[in-house]
């Protein structure tokens, strides 16, 4: 008896506990979640550390940084915005957990470059991302599978999906290297299979074919990847992964004297992430990579310039890297899109902005932007780019020769697009 | 009906207070944001699984630093049997107890051998071990996992009936039972036997127990409970990867168990509150001290590993268990 009367007095306090807690909260009444007189408040997920974290890491700050010019300069329609980053370590479960951080605690407005195929994929699943109707801007991915408009409303791309980039690295290798024995090491989930069956596609047959499983590789492990590429006799290698798998593959390839040409797919091959991760710089000499910007050494360039400028002031002691680069090329977007949803800012709003006036929005990348009613595609081409012995980037060939396509079985073409300008001072000021 | 006037008073008693808490847990659901119902759902995971450490070291006597491990067996079990065979949620979940009970049996035909610390150590190596085993097969998904979808909520529960609505009350209708069929099972000749196995188990030999044979069973039934709190994790984050069930949830467990009392079943649900709230704490911290984005990620690990330090060094027996005991030394009135 004395037993059961404990049992009963530990559930009940159990109970008690629990509701309580569960109870202690209530929901705000807004008009727009994440959206106040004076503040837009925006997420972003990516992998602060951790093995894949070189280079991505930058990424949130750049984007802050931009959002800070921006806000000294009036913010958007007078609301300063404002970025949250969550480190997901590029982990799908922790990418889950922080978007749900984000969008349940945190009350963000929208997602803005959430990072990975596999996290995406996961996160978008999850969180429900489609039903709450959260945009997510400008994923950091280019899986194609993401083009799906139906199954991703909300979602906007903007890096050229993996199939266009495997489609343009097939015609450079037919017009360029025509006859050699082709190796490939790929990624093998969404990302790598992604780009493997539009090179299939495209009717590009490689003689060593080397996938590995998404996460941290080891010296000993790129150790096999060269064994098996010298023993094939590969004389030009595509590689089809993440910065820190592109690293030791080339340390190992450089120590064992193994150079093949080496086309180094746009995900993996910043290279001051690769030598901060100690491949010497003579490998990345002479190797070849799609790009979608220009370089960020090119101060020719107005955006590129302009972009430096606010690194100096806003991200102080931060090298300015591709992936600065492209972190404030996401931070300008965001502000364009912010601003061409108008000042009464919703949700659906922004959706329905980024599909009529998307397209139009200025971007640092060369090519055109394919956002529209029925596209959540972002750029769609890329120029072919050689390293030289400083890892910086020059077009092949000496000039930008730009290649657009689509992720299904449109032609590769050779396009004459010209970009929008920067807007002046690198200051929107479209509606 | 018939069935029901049968049965013994205590278990009527049993099932109307399981009832009247279920009942209570969906009222709580209707009227709390959905942070709080998300966080339900993750508190209901985590009493299954504490379920499962209480019924081994609790009860058996057996310590097992692994049960994050048997987690992913039973998450996997079920996200191969929905992905590939497309069966009904109920029957993947079912799945996920039979895969994690059978790996349980063959690791504790194991370790029925060893005791204290050996079989803390090899079980150590299982948390550790297993889940990366996932990174090196395909078909299990590599590092980022499998997707396990168990589906929208039904629509006749309308559009304001949220995904984590749906993953809390699956996840609290699965705890309650669960927790009600280990609270016979603990009461039951195979609780008792258990109980004596780890008071004496030489005694309980000389009294006819075959220790080795009950102890295998512990592990069996526990590593199912286990199996069963992994696979509602996986339907939390839809999802299971290794990565889930890492070492540091093997240690949140069991720093969970023993924070509740270790013996204690009811205490399992304060352990899982438990659990629930360090994060809450976490972010709190973490915004206080600055660089939130790089901390929040690892402060829950050093939360839990100084309250497990701190709970062994005050408390060797938990908190939980040593308010039961100085509730149990109050005199009578």
């Not at chain 1, 349940?104 to 963000?108: I, M």
């Not at chain 1, 797919?265 to 091959?269: F, K, N, P, R, W």
């Not at chain 1, 220009?294 to 360039?301: A, G, L, V």
């Given at each position: 008896m004395i037993r059961k009367t404990r049992i009963k007095r530990t559930w009940l306090a159990a109970a008690v506990i629990a509701s309580g807690s569960l109870l202690a909260t209530a929901l705000p009444a807004n008009a727009e979640t994440g959206v106040s007189a004076s503040e837009i408040k925006l997420g972003i997920t990516l992998?602060?550390?951790?093995?894949?974290?070189?280079?991505?890491?930058k990424i949130g700050n750049a984007i802050n940084a931009y959002f800070k010019y921006v806000n000294d300069n009036g913010g958007v329609y007078g609301r300063k915005v404002t970025l949250i980053q969550k480190n997901d370590e590029y982990s799908p479960q922790l990418s889950i957990a922080k978007t749900n951080e984000l969008i349940?605690?945190?009350?963000?407005f929208a997602l803005v470059g959430p990072l990975g195929t596999a996290n995406f994929t996961a996160t978008h699943k999850s969180v429900g991302l489609a039903k709450r109707g959260v945009p997510s801007l400008f994923?950091?991915?280019?899986?194609?599978?993401?083009?799906n408009k139906k199954s991703y409303p909300s979602s906007f791309m903007i890096l050229p999906s993996y199939a266009m980039e495997a489609k343009i690295i097939a015609q450079f290798l037919k017009d360029n290297h025509a006859g050699k024995k082709l190796g490939i090491v790929y990624q093998n989930d969404e990302f790598g299979i992604d780009g493997l069956g539009a090179f299939r596609a495209a009717g590009t047959k490689f003689d060593v074919s080397i996938p590995y499983t998404s996460g941290t590789q080891s010296a000993a492990t790129a150790q096999t990847w060269v064994s098996q590429l010298a023993a094939g006799g590969a004389q030009v290698v595509v590689f089809f992964g993440v910065t820190s798998a592109t690293a030791p593959l080339l340390a190992v390839a450089a120590a064992a004297k193994y150079a093949p040409q080496w086309i180094l797919?746009?995900?993996?091959?910043d290279p001051l992430t690769l030598r901060a991760l100690g491949v010497p710089v003579a490998v990345l000499n002479g190797a070849q990579t799609p790009a979608?910007?220009?370089?960020?050494?090119?101060?020719?360039?107005e955006y590129v310039k302009q972009f430096q400028e606010i690194n100096t002031k806003y991200n102080t002691g931060t090298a300015f890297d591709d992936y600065v680069l492209q972190g404030m090329n996401i931070g300008l977007m965001t502000v364009q899109a912010l601003r061409a949803a108008g000042k009464n800012l919703t949700r659906k709003g922004l959706v329905r902005a980024m599909e009529t006036k998307g397209s139009t929005f200025a971007s640092v990348a060369y090519s055109p932007l394919g956002f529209s009613r029925t596209s959540n595609v972002g750029h769609t081409g890329y120029y072919m780019a050689v390293m030289d012995a400083n890892g910086d980037r020059k077009p092949f060939g000496g000039k930008v020769t730009l290649y657009t396509t689509d992720s299904g079985s449109g032609p590769v073409v050779v396009s004459t697009f010209k970009r929008p300008a920067m807007p002046a001072k690198g200051l929107p000021s479209n509606s | 009906m018939e069935s029901w006037r049968k049965a013994r008073p205590a278990v009527r008693k049993k099932i109307a207070i399981f009832v009247l808490i279920g009942w209570v847990l969906l009222i709580i659901g209707d009227r709390v944001d959905e942070l709080r119902v998300y966080q339900g759902a993750q508190m209901a995971m985590y009493t299954i699984a504490l379920a499962s450490i209480v019924l081994l070291?609790?009860?058996?006597g057996q310590v097992s630093l692994g049960n994050g491990a048997m987690m992913a067996v039973g998450g996997y079990g079920a996200a191969l049997t929905l992905n590939n065979l497309g069966t009904p949620i109920w029957f993947a979940f079912l799945m996920a107890i039979v895969t994690a009970s059978l790996f349980g049996a063959l690791l504790g035909a194991a370790a029925a051998r060893v005791s204290g610390p050996y079989l803390a150590g090899t079980t150590l190596a299982l948390a550790v071990g297993l889940p990366a085993i996932a990174n090196q097969f395909a078909f299990l998904g590599g590092e980022p996992g499998l997707l396990f979808d168990v589906g929208f909520p039904p629509e006749r529960f309308g559009d304001e009936f949220t995904q984590y609505k749906w993953f809390f009350w699956i996840a609290c209708f699965i705890a309650l039972i669960a927790i009600f069929v280990t609270s016979n099972i603990l009461s039951s000749r195979f609780g008792r036997t258990w109980r004596a196995i780890r008071g004496n188990s030489l005694a309980a030999e000389l009294c006819g127990v075959h220790s080795a044979r009950m102890k295998v069973l512990a592990f069996t039934v526990s590593s199912g409970l286990a199996g069963l709190a992994g696979a509602v994790l996986a339907m939390t984050i839809s999802l299971v990867a290794p990565g889930a069930y890492g070492l540091a949830l093997s240690f949140a467990l069991v720093t969970g168990a023993v924070l509740a009392g270790i013996s204690s079943l009811p205490g399992v649900v304060l352990g899982a509150f438990i659990l629930v709230v360090i994060p809450e704490i976490s972010v709190a911290l973490a915004d206080r001290l600055g660089d939130a984005d790089k901390l929040n990620n690892y402060l829950p690990g050093l939360i839990v590993s100084v309250l497990l330090i701190l709970s062994v060094i005050f408390t060797p027996n938990g908190p939980g268990e040593n308010l039961r005991k100085h509730r149990h030394k109050k005199p009578a009135h």
């Open positions: 992998p602060l550390t951790g093995a894949a974290s070189p280079g991505y890491n349940l605690r945190d009350k963000v994923l950091n991915t280019g899986f194609s599978g993401f083009s797919g746009s995900v993996g091959s979608g910007n220009p370089s960020p050494n090119d101060t020719s360039d | 070291t609790g009860y058996s």
